[in-house]
């Protein structure tokens, strides 16, 4: 369960133990789903104010369970255990609290929240009522005698009166917790619990709006589109004027307004006669004498035809929309075909060997714009070659260059070692990279797998360690980022070949 309902029920339980209500302790208690051992402690402390002992003997049982070194709880229990007479249970509870006192003459448990002092005589003063109970009165004397010997406050005349007591055979009774003594929760963590007002009332310092003393949030008011006009409830005290005669504007700052303009006041009159209005979204200058007050409290017909005024709104942002296409004046091109010459296909265009003075005999408009123009800005006896790499460039070569020289001019564009590239292209209609002919096959052109004037072809870059061998591998435990250009990053879970041992 959470902290703070546990510290709730735990701090209202407590409340009904100092108003003696052991009922109702017991009730907050019990809906606490993970006790801890001083809340266990608390309702063992009810029961035993309830006279029930069985069950505060259970409520020990959990407590000392849940810590195993709590002196506190072994005290109490030996003192229910002799109540209920189970007296070699509650020696031996005497004997472990004894134990864990650790050597120490008392054990303050006021910072943990119980406001009690267990002292090392009175575990040893339970011992001895524990062997009157038995009837072994001599190891009882001796053992209040052991106890007359330890150090410590709040001892007083117990002892000696213990001691006459034994003398006379009389049963010593058992020393407790006293009643109402519980564990408490800490007085911080209870005043968390309740809600704080850390920002407090907004109050308005200053504002553009005439008699605004509104200082929360509200929703949105309707507005007019483009400016907002402040609210106001009678012509006593509105601050919109209207223009008695027209006026030109005769100086820097200010404005030129019709007769029977309406303006809104939006600062006082000056020395020289002159105040600060707006009108139409702009804010400027006027003679106060050419003002007199309007009556704000207009017909509804008269609202929505009168000419916008007040305070401007931020400018409203559209999102950009998609350009329109230009529909193109010029009529598409056609195809013309002679009447020697069969229409145009891959095939002639691939294999069919064209002479490089003479240009193909017709013209076709192209599936792309691109490639019509990248095939006609091409020169003649060239073609253009077009390498997909990480990126993609484009270049032109003459069509009888050897694969091994467009190699290295496609090294050179891409800044990379010929040695360290491998070329793939396509046949027409198969998806399969066939590598393209190296220095093993001399006399091969780029001639050979052109389409149409042009060629694609795939770049790789070859791994120079793929021919090494390896000697072993591993597995990446954990996740690693290169420190410098020589470093190998990894992640989690990645195979590694270890190719040397240094």
């Given at each position: 369960m959470l902290y703070t309902e546990l510290l709730r029920l735990w701090n209202e339980a407590v409340q009904k133990v100092d108003s003696k209500d052991w009922q109702g302790a017991l009730a907050k208690l019990g809906q606490i789903s993970e006790p801890t051992s001083g809340t266990l402690f608390n309702a063992a402390s009810a029961h035993l104010a309830l006279g029930?002992?069985?069950?505060?003997?259970?409520?020990?049982?959990?407590?000392?369970?849940?810590?195993?070194?709590?002196?506190?709880?072994?005290?109490?229990?030996?003192?229910?255990?002799?109540?209920?007479d189970r007296l070699e249970e509650a020696l031996s509870d005497c004997i472990w609290a004894q134990k864990h006192m650790r050597g120490n003459m008392v054990i303050d448990y006021r910072q943990l929240g119980l406001q009690f002092k267990l002292y090392s005589w009175q575990v040893l003063y339970n011992a001895a009522a524990v062997y009157c109970r038995m009837g072994q009165w001599e190891?009882?004397?001796?053992?209040?005698?052991?106890?007359?010997?330890?150090?410590?406050?709040?001892?007083?005349?117990?002892?000696?009166?213990?001691?006459?007591?034994?003398?006379?055979?009389?049963?010593?009774?058992?020393?407790?917790?006293?009643?109402?003594?519980?564990?408490?929760?800490?007085?911080?963590?209870?005043?968390?619990?309740?809600?704080?007002?850390?920002?407090?009332?907004?109050?308005?310092?200053?504002?553009?709006?005439?008699?605004?003393?509104?200082?929360?949030?509200?929703?949105?008011?309707?507005?007019?589109?483009?400016?907002?006009?402040?609210?106001?409830?009678?012509?006593?005290?509105?601050?919109?004027?209207?223009?008695?005669?027209?006026?030109?504007?005769?100086?820097?700052?200010?404005?030129?307004?019709p007769a029977g303009a309406m303006v809104f006041l939006f600062g006082e009159e000056d020395r020289d006669g002159m105040a600060t209005v707006i009108y139409d979204g702009q804010r400027g200058l006027l003679p106060m004498s050419l003002l007199e007050s309007a009556d704000v409290k207009m017909s509804k017909e008269k609202k929505e035809n009168k000419v916008p005024s007040g305070i401007p709104l931020p400018p409203g942002l559209k999102p950009p929309t998609r350009p329109k296409a230009q529909p193109s004046t010029a009529p598409p091109p056609r195809v013309h075909f002679t009447s020697d010459t069969p229409?145009?296909?891959?095939?002639?265009?691939?294999?069919?060997?064209?002479?490089?003075?003479?240009?193909p005999k017709y013209t076709a408009n192209a599936t792309s714009d691109q490639h019509a123009g990248e095939a006609q800005g091409a020169e003649a006896g060239s073609m253009v070659v077009k390498v997909h790499y990480t990126y993609t460039v484009a270049l032109s070569v003459p069509l009888d260059t050897?694969?091994?020289?467009?190699?290295?001019?496609?090294?050179?564009?891409?800044?990379?070692?010929?040695?360290?590239?491998?070329?793939?292209?396509?046949?027409?209609?198969?998806?399969?990279?066939?590598?393209?002919?190296?220095?093993?096959?001399?006399?091969?052109?780029?001639?050979?797998?052109?389409?149409?004037?042009?060629?694609?072809?795939?770049?790789?870059?070859?791994?120079?360690?793929?021919?090494?061998?390896?000697?072993?591998?591993?597995?990446?435990?954990?996740?690693?980022?290169?420190?410098?250009?020589?470093?190998?990053?990894?992640?989690?879970?990645?195979?590694?070949?270890?190719l040397g041992e240094g």
């Open positions: 029930q002992l069985d069950l505060a003997s259970k409520a020990l049982d959990l407590t000392i369970a849940r810590d195993e070194r709590l002196a506190v709880g072994f005290f109490q229990r030996a003192a229910v255990m002799m109540q209920i190891q009882a004397r001796d053992v209040l005698l052991s106890a007359s010997q330890e150090r410590g406050a709040g001892r007083g005349g117990n002892i000696e009166v213990a001691l006459d007591s034994v003398l006379r055979e009389d049963v010593l009774a058992p020393l407790l917790v006293p009643e109402g003594v519980v564990f408490r929760p800490r007085k911080q963590d209870v005043e968390q619990l309740q809600q704080r007002d850390f920002l407090g009332k907004a109050k308005v310092i200053s504002s553009m709006i005439p008699n605004d003393d509104f200082g929360g949030f509200e929703p949105l008011r309707l507005q007019k589109p483009g400016f907002y006009e402040p609210k106001m409830d009678g012509a006593q005290d509105s601050r919109y004027m209207c223009m008695r005669i027209p006026y030109m504007a005769q100086g820097p700052g200010q404005l030129t307004v229409p145009p296909s891959y095939t002639t265009a691939t294999h069919a060997s064209l002479p490089v003075s003479e240009p050897l694969h091994h020289e467009l190699k290295e001019q496609i090294a050179q564009k891409l800044g990379q070692p010929a040695s360290h590239l491998r070329l793939r292209h396509k046949q027409h209609g198969s998806h399969v990279l066939i590598p393209l002919g190296g220095d093993g096959e001399p006399g091969r052109t780029v001639q050979e797998v052109a389409e149409a004037g042009r060629a694609t072809l795939w770049c790789q870059t070859e791994d120079p360690l793929a021919n090494r061998t390896i000697l072993y591998q591993m597995v990446a435990l954990y996740d690693y980022a290169a420190q410098g250009p020589e470093d190998l990053e990894f992640s989690e879970g990645d195979t590694i070949d270890i």
